[in-house]
């Protein structure tokens, strides 16, 4: 069964900070990219930042010094810490994992709003 499981979404004020976490199940965690997304209302989804199996980084430039993105491979989890938030970081934020074989997986979504 694939599974990610997001948490750590909530309401923070500007300037906040918010860590969130996914546990992915084993089968897909391994060798997988993983990455962190976001969706605003009226929106397209968007890449907030991805990491490698190996630890490379990648991060949208307007995220870019303020959220990190970590994974560790023993716990099959992906973290994304979130420092000075700004109200346009308010979204819907999604786990993600690319396979290996080229196979898209999704979480269910977290809530993340950043009150002015």
């Known amino acids: 069964q694939v599974q990610l499981v997001e948490s750590g979404g909530g309401l923070v004020q500007a300037g906040g900070s918010l860590r969130l976490s996914c546990a992915a199940s084993?089968?897909?965690?391994?060798?997988?990219?993983m990455g962190w997304y976001r969706q605003a209302p009226g929106k397209q989804r968007e890449m907030v930042a991805t990491?490698?199996?190996?630890?490379?980084?990648n991060y949208a430039d307007s995220v870019k010094g303020r959220f990190t993105v970590s994974r560790d491979n023993a716990k099959n989890t992906v973290d994304l810490q979130m420092n000075s938030l700004r109200p346009e970081d308010t979204a819907v934020y999604y786990c993600n994992a690319f396979s290996p074989r080229a196979l898209t997986y999704w979480g269910q979504g977290t809530q993340v709003t950043v009150s002015s």
């Open positions: 990491i490698t199996s190996g630890g490379s980084t």
């Open positions: 084993r089968n897909i965690f391994s060798g997988s990219r």
